[in-house]
């Protein structure tokens, strides 16, 4: 398989995957965006694997080593500044203001979010932050190692 | 950390891809390693002098830093 086949798979799966979330919200499967999403996750290995080309070797592993670390360091700062507020609020004296309490149905007629609704869209709004934090470096580190360097050849 | 693997790349006329094939990796690789961006592992090193027939010193030079007084 070319490198190229293998980045428009991957660009069909992330595709679908979007397409199933909504799905499983509309017919109400809990069950059905997770399954699909670690079955997406292992069709992409699988597809990868098939790549004929080589697209790995140690300079690629540098650059997401060092983007993986210094995600890690800065994400884990956020998600325990976040998860302390979190906390303080759980564990507040009544009367402290927190999302315990279902909030009156809003106007213009949306759903109010469940608690644990709550937690999953904050839980999800962190880790678009690493994503978005692990581009960010991977960008940097891949600049840094020459990835989009180009010469005469 | 110099080196001088463009020489021997036109001295053996190959492409950076004939390179990069033979030795198991990127293009990439071998531009970022040709252009300083990146040092290579002693390994793969190796490997580039081997694939010249030639020792690692004369592919791969070491300056020492300047020390600012």
Do not use: C
């Not at chain 1, 644990?116 to 880790?127: D, K, M, P, S, W």
């Not at chain 2, 390179?19 to 252009?35: H, N, P, S, Y």
């Not at chain 2, 793969?44 to 027939?53: E, G, K, S, T």
């Amino acid at each position: 398989m070319k490198r190229n086949t293998f980045y428009i798979i991957l660009g069909l799966v992330i595709l679908l995957e979007v397409g199933i979330f909504w799905w499983a919200v509309e017919i109400k499967n809990a069950l059905l965006a997770p399954a699909a999403f670690i079955l997406g996750v292992a069709a992409i290995y699988l597809a990868r694997g098939m790549v004929e080309e080589i697209i790995d070797d140690e300079r690629t592993r540098l650059i997401t080593q060092q983007a993986s670390l210094r995600t890690f360091q800065v994400f884990w700062v956020v998600f325990f500044a976040v998860n302390l507020g979190m906390a303080v609020i759980a564990l507040g004296p009544p009367g402290f203001p927190r999302p315990s309490q279902q909030p009156p149905p809003p106007a213009d007629g949306l759903r109010p979010f469940h608690l644990v609704g709550l937690y999953a869209i904050i839980q999800l709004v962190l880790l678009g932050l690493m994503i978005l934090l692990y581009v960010g470096f991977r960008i940097y580190y891949a600049r840094k190692y020459g990835d989009w360097d180009s010469d005469e050849e | 950390m110099k080196n001088k693997v463009k020489v021997y790349r036109a001295i053996h006329d190959l492409t950076q891809e004939q390179l990069a094939d033979a030795l198991g990796v990127t293009r990439q690789t071998i531009l970022a390693i040709e252009k300083g961006k990146y040092d290579p592992s002693l390994e793969l090193a190796f490997r580039i002098a081997r694939h010249f027939r030639v020792s690692i010193e004369e592919v791969f030079l070491w300056e020492e830093p300047l020390e600012v007084p």
